[in-house]
């Protein structure tokens, strides 16, 4: 993410981003501050500081970073950018947005966020993304000031680590372009089926015993996480226990995940590298849906996921 070879780099990153970025952080041994997700108020908080710090240590100017995603994968929830390019101004910071999740699904041509919120694509000082999400294909990409991405394409670590792609790999990409730019249906019946899997599952028989973390409804995302509600895992607490440990709340997502691949409906239990997590989500089943989905299969998964809920939480730890 950054050049390695200056650590005098200062990113402030939000601590709710995917396992890459934080390694990305972790690795140009850049001095990161870290700042609540999706909180622009704790943001703010981080750069002021940041700002004072400055003028009382009287320290030379430094490139900085805001560092967020558009499309939140272990969240499934949208960084606030309008606000977040106010403060990168306010502050002259530069702003690293990853798109690997919104690319190809938000905003009215699929462009990812600042399609969704119309704000030019030059307010982003670097836009990147895997192509092995909504592009099914493999490798990167880097958007952005044809110095930003000169330096980051011969500066970066994985220059001197890494081949291109497979030409195979590169006309699939270019392929799934074309279709997502002349074929504007994909994108309005992906959002149509993101807004009936939600709908379903935010029926008022599961309120009391799961959250569900997604978008506005508006631009749904093409899955969200499932979690346990914070009063349904008090209600079974054991003796002695404050909290119900992180293994016991992995195993009931897994039955979950089992009950429902009994149903023909494959959904997948979010896993994550705990101890090395900047800030590690609480379990969670992670739902996907495909514009290639029927509203039918949608109605048909949606509502095995429900029953499963159901069946599972109520014999768990009984």
């Not at 600042?114 to 307010?123: G, K, S, V, W």
């Not at 730019?181 to 009936?196: F, G, M």
């Amino acid at each position: 993410m950054f050049d390695a070879s200056f650590p005098t780099n200062a990113p402030s990153s939000d601590d709710g981003v995917n396992f890459a970025i934080q390694k990305g952080v972790f690795i140009s041994r850049s001095n990161v501050r870290w700042f609540k997700h999706n909180d622009v108020n704790d943001l703010e908080r981080v750069l002021e500081d940041i700002r004072v710090e400055d003028l009382v240590l009287k320290k030379r100017l430094t490139r900085r970073f805001i560092v967020t995603e558009g499309l939140f994968q272990n969240h499934g929830d949208i960084a606030p950018l309008p606000k977040i390019i106010e403060l990168k101004r306010k502050y002259k910071y530069r702003l690293i947005l990853d798109e690997s999740q919104s690319f190809g699904v938000l905003g009215r041509r699929g462009a990812g966020l600042t399609d969704l919120f119309d704000i030019p694509a030059q307010e982003v000082d670097m836009i990147v993304g895997s192509m092995a999400t909504s592009l099914c294909s493999a490798g990167g990409f880097c958007a952005g000031s044809h110095e930003i991405v000169d330096h980051q394409r011969l500066s970066g670590s994985a220059y001197c680590f890494s081949a291109s792609i497979p030409a195979m790999l590169a006309v699939s990409t270019s392929e799934a372009l074309a279709i997502l730019s002349s074929t504007p249906t994909l994108l309005t019946d992906l959002h149509d089926r993101a807004r009936l899997l939600r709908s379903i599952l935010a029926h008022r028989s599961l309120t009391p015993l799961i959250d569900l973390y997604a978008p506005e409804p508006d631009h749904p995302a093409p899955f969200l996480h499932i979690r346990a509600r914070e009063t349904f895992l008090a209600s079974r607490l054991r003796d002695g226990e404050r909290a119900v440990p992180r293994e016991d709340e992995e195993r009931l997502w897994q039955e979950v995940v089992d009950e429902c691949a009994n149903q023909g409906v494959m959904i997948t239990r979010a896993k994550y590298v705990v101890k090395q997590e900047v800030n590690c989500p609480r379990p969670s089943v992670r739902v996907c849906v495909s514009a290639a989905h029927t509203r039918k299969e949608c109605e048909k998964a949606a509502g095995a996921v429900k029953s499963a809920i159901v069946k599972v939480f109520g014999r768990w730890r009984k």
